[in-house]
């Protein structure tokens, strides 16, 4: 604590928005939060933030927030307010009674990037513990599943490689479907400032994000390819480095698995996988292609002697969220290893992830297959020592991820359900499919701290904490746990952990923590990746990288896959394009794909009632000047936006940032209903929604 005199004090902790998980001292005059000042000593961010970081104490004590428990029968019937007592016995008894009519596994629950670690940790012991089932899933369901699925089979472990200091030693940057000055911004202002300095950058997007062309930056290539196409661009970027020679064969000798890279290479060299080949699909000049691929394997022309290119590649939700998520995740590894670009500064595979706590929600075991530390649910000795520390038998099935939980509960088979801070009927797509499957639950409870979408399909709803009224950690996208500090008392009287235990404890299941640190502990004990993961070390160190244990420096592990990759051998995978069912048909001639301002974030739940939240007051639709004169659009008419799953209505900005064919919408505002109109397409090997890729008709808003 900082003593700021008489007039208050402050308290170092972690913003709750994006990936980067910047640290900040937040200023209180007596109860108020008065300002977020970013922390000088901030591993993360170094004394930056963002506009979004900067103002969000503001949604804490919005008028919004709710502060009561309340209970109703029907979702038709009013809110009921009633104690915690009453709110929390109703919602076990009304857990079990579904046990006891529609079976153990009718029952789940849902974590999210609001949960600190240690409270997601508890949402999946309750879900393993006193439901007695894996129905446990996490927001990185919609977002970054396959990165945990593409890097754990490619290099052992799912997680970005590199700390973000690490840019500084970057020669070749690669960005691929992320906009880090808009969602990742004290991040992309790191990136700008290496770019400044001379470091080269490709820039894999169908639209212009500003990193293309600003002040003092020009994106060496920009290869705007159709929405849906990567996995194309990734092989055809491979085939040009395997048949001109630019392998890294020594590393790929030494440090991965033969067998599987001789396939690969074999795959890839194929006539059929060249530029010139992919360039129909794609829409990418293939000389471009082949500079690019250049670029990223040799460097600059002048790049000294004697010396490795240091080429990194960091990517966004516009790599995952495809119905090839996971495929483009492999490809994307399969090329840094086949360059020699894993494993040192400079280098690596770095998944920006959105939000605050998603890769802390992933390693808790959130996933329905997996427990704490990646581990499947099926490993016997994993899930002994769990039982053991538990008291519990655990099931070796996995259970049913979020999407499989909509399905059953359309067929009357899943009817309760526990929603931890996710919004899903916001951030899900095809948001129809979602009210119906909640429709139809007997018992849906949402701990939240505003009322949101979701909570209108609710029975219950108990009254959550922000991240200013709880202790806890966040882990961010360079896997970097972090403190977050109570600096004021929750509104509602409880901080979601002990929310969760006490639910736990009405289900019969004992739950006995007096502090986080105590739930850190247990975690520490279970997970040897977190072995050596304390608040007394984060205290004194101000943070720490997982894998942080016995092996590792104190601090932990800043840079992955030094000597060896974490399964061994690094595993190269075949990454076959597949076109995407989303086609354009006359019916539906363009391709809608999505993306972030710099000024809100997520559905803007947060944002919205925070004093930056009127600075974009819409989502709006970009649509290229040629799509808008063949449809008699102008800047800023009222736009039609037809999908085979909804429709939708957005004011047009008529922009050149989009090419032709494509058109672009954020999906900050509930009124825009971005979701209506995303369909079921999902990733083939996570269910990650293909939000990325819809066929849609845009039309003046009298023609729709
Ligand atoms: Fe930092 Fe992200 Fe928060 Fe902005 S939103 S202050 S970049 S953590």
Redesign the pocket.
Same mark, same amino acid.
């Given at each position: 604590v900082i003593e700021l005199g008489q007039a208050g004090h402050s308290e170092i902790t972690?913003? /709750? @928005? %994006?990936?980067?998980? %910047?640290g900040?001292k937040a200023e209180m005059k007596g109860e108020q939060v008065v300002r977020m000042v970013?922390w000088k000593d901030g591993q /993360? *961010?170094e004394g #930056? /933030? %963002?506009?979004?970081?900067?103002f969000?104490w503001g949604y804490a004590t919005h008028r919004d927030r709710i502060t009561k428990p309340m209970i109703r029968a029907k979702i038709t019937d009013p809110w009921r307010e009633v104690g915690w007592e009453e709110a929390i016995r109703h919602t076990a008894s009304e857990f079990r009674r579904i046990q006891a009519r529609h079976g153990k596994d009718s029952v789940g629950g849902i974590t999210s990037s609001r949960c600190t670690n240690e409270e997601a940790y508890l949402v999946q012991k309750l879900v393993r513990a006193a439901f007695g089932n894996n129905n446990v899933d996490t927001c990185a369901r919609v977002c970054h599943s396959p990165t945990g699925y593409g890097l754990g089979q490619t290099y052992g472990t799912s997680a970005g490689t590199q700390t973000f200091k690490s840019i500084e030693h970057s020669d070749v940057i690669l960005v691929i479907g992320a906009n880090p000055t808009a969602a #990742?911004?004290?991040?992309?202002s790191r990136m700008k400032k290496r770019l400044r300095a001379g470091a080269k950058l490709i820039v894999i997007d169908p639209r212009e994000i500003e990193l293309v062309k600003s002040p003092h930056i020009r994106a060496d290539y920009h290869l705007q390819l159709r929405p849906g196409t990567n996995v194309a661009m990734i092989t055809a970027l491979a085939h040009v480095i395997v048949t001109e020679g630019w392998l890294a064969q020594d590393y790929i000798d030494q440090r991965c698995d033969a067998k599987s890279f001789a396939q690969w290479q074999e795959f890839v060299a194929r006539p059929e996988n060249s530029p010139e080949a992919m360039a129909e699909i794609t829409g990418v000049a293939p000389e471009l292609v082949r500079g690019a691929a250049r670029l990223y394997a040799l460097g600059a022309e002048d790049h000294p002697e004697g010396r490795p290119v240091n080429a990194a590649i960091y990517y966004g939700l516009g790599v995952t969220e495809h119905a090839q998520g996971s495929t483009m995740v492999m490809g994307i590894a399969n090329l840094a290893m086949a360059t020699g670009n894993v494993g040192r500064e400079g280098v690596g595979v770095n998944p920006l992830r959105g939000q *605050?706590n998603v890769q802390g929600s992933c390693d808790m075991g959130s996933f329905p297959h997996e427990l704490p530390g990646y581990r499947h649910i099926s490993d016997s000795t994993v899930r002994a020592e769990f039982e053991g520390a538990w008291g519990v038998a655990l099931s070796p099935e996995p259970g049913l991820r979020i999407p499989n939980m909509f399905e059953a509960a359309l067929a009357g088979s899943f009817m309760g359900l526990y929603c931890e801070g996710e919004d899903i009927v916001q951030s899900d797509p095809n948001t129809q499919h979602v009210t119906a499957a909640l429709s139809n639950m007997e018992c849906v409870v949402v701990q939240d701290i505003f009322l949101n979408e979701t909570a209108k399909y609710a029975h219950v709803f108990l009254p959550g904490a922000s991240f200013l009224e709880k202790d806890g950690t966040f882990t *961010?996208a360079e896997r970097r746990i972090s403190r977050v500090r109570k600096v004021m008392a929750p509104l509602a009287g409880h901080a979601d952990w002990e929310v969760t235990q006490l639910l736990a404890n009405a289900l019969g299941y004992p739950m006995a923590y007096a502090h986080p640190r105590e739930i850190m502990a247990e975690i520490a004990a279970l997970t040897p990746s977190f072995a050596g993961v304390s608040y007394d070390k984060i205290d004194r160190l101000g943070s720490v990288q997982w894998p942080c244990n016995d092996g590792t420096d104190e601090a932990g592990t800043s840079i992955m896959h030094v000597d060896r990759f974490v399964r061994g051998k690094g595993r190269f995978i075949i990454t076959k394009y597949v076109a995407t069912d989303e086609k354009v048909t006359q019916r539906f001639p363009l391709l809608l794909t999505t993306g972030r301002i710099l000024s809100q @974030?997520n559905v803007g739940a947060q944002t919205r009632r925070t004093h930056n939240g009127h600075w974009h007051s819409e989502d709006k639709l970009e649509i290229h000047p040629h799509d808008a004169e063949d449809r008699g659009i102008r800047e800023g008419d009222w736009v039609g936006i037809q999908s085979r799953a909804g429709e939708t209505v957005l004011r047009a900005c008529v922009t050149e940032r989009i090419q032709p064919g494509v058109v672009y919408t954020t999906f900050h505002f509930p009124e825009s209903g971005a979701n209506v109109i995303t369909t079921d397409s999902s990733d083939w090997a996570t269910n990650c929604p293909e939000y990325k890729v819809t066929a849609v008709q845009v039309l003046p808003v009298a023609q729709v």
């Open positions: 972690t913003c /709750a @928005y %994006c990936g980067v998980g %910047c900040f970013p /993360a *961010n #930056h /933030a %963002c506009v979004k970081g900067r969000a #990742h911004p004290v991040f992309g *605050n *961010n @974030y």
